[in-house]
């Protein structure tokens, strides 16, 4: 199955007596181990999408299928329990709980699987030794830098091992080297783990980094593109 596949997606807002068409129709598959970039000028409804992509919100009609599980025949409860399971998300601005290490950041979500502590510290070890911060674990956020920060928030995306990887504006807070750093640590990500990746971006630079490019505009897909892989070494 892939990843995801959503089948003519719209979503409109009830805003003071106007309804807003944030997507008009967006149909898009999104294949297991993918790497893709959603690109966009402001408004024009990546955030609405990433949000039905990631199982966050409902769409106003179609269909959206994560691993082939058709979401719409979902209880609320399932539905989370599907998104916990599948899915992880990393934002702009980090969410790290600020007294916590860095550790306990990135082993919380796995309390919610009822995993003991022990394993739960040990998995958390693993995935921030898989940024690069093996030497940070006891380290709060304020005591590490925007960039550090951020694999801290993509360790805790992939602890749970999700299917797919959202990241909605994930350098947006970041200065050019750290955010060309993240942008390197994702790419290393899904090629040695395999999760696919969607990111969005309004930045056509970060967006050149993924091997596809998703432009959405007025909520609609107006021109999706892939990368050629690089041609082998003969
Ligand atoms: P982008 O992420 O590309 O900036 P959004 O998905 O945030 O775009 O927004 C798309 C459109 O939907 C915009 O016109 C925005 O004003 C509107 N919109 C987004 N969220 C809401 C909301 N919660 N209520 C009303 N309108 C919204
Ligand atoms: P900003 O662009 O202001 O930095 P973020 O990218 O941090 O915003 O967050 C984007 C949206 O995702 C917001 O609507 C926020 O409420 C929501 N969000 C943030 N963190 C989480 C989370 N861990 N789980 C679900 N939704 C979240």
């Known amino acids: 199955d892939p990843a995801l596949e959503a089948i003519d997606l719209t979503r409109r807002y009830q805003l003071e007596g106007v309804s807003v068409e944030a997507l008009r129709g967006v149909t898009l598959r999104i294949d297991q181990g993918e790497f893709a970039a959603i690109i966009g000028p402001s408004g024009s409804g990546k955030s609405t999408l990433m949000h039905l992509l990631g199982c966050l919100d409902r769409p106003s009609s179609g269909q959206l299928r994560v691993n082939g599980v058709e979401m ?23 969410h790290l709980l600020a007294r916590t290490s860095a550790l306990e950041n990135v082993a919380l979500p796995l309390v919610y699987r009822g995993m003991g502590k022990a394993e739960r510290r040990e998995r958390a070890r ?4 898989a940024v690069g911060l093996a030497h940070r674990l006891d380290h709060r956020p304020s005591q590490m830098s925007g960039g550090e920060q951020q694999r801290v928030a993509i360790a805790r995306a992939l602890v749970g091992e999700p299917t797919v990887l959202l990241a909605d504006e994930p350098t ?17 990500l899904n090629s040695d783990s395999g999760v696919a990746i969607v990111l969005v971006t309004h930045e056509p630079e970060i967006a050149a980094h993924a091997r596809r490019q998703i432009h959405v505009r ?4 107006e021109l999706d593109t892939s990368t050629p892989s690089p041609a082998p070494h003969p």
């Open 72 to 94: 719409s025949g979902l209880s609320d409860t399932e539905l989370a329990e599907l998104r916990n399971r599948t899915i992880g998300f990393v934002f702009q601005s980090f």
């Open 126 to 129: 693993a995935a921030l030794e």
């Open 172 to 188: 947006g807070n970041l200065d050019t080297r750290n955010g060309a750093e993240v942008m390197a640590m994702l790419d290393r």
């Open 218 to 221: 007025d909520g609609l897909i």
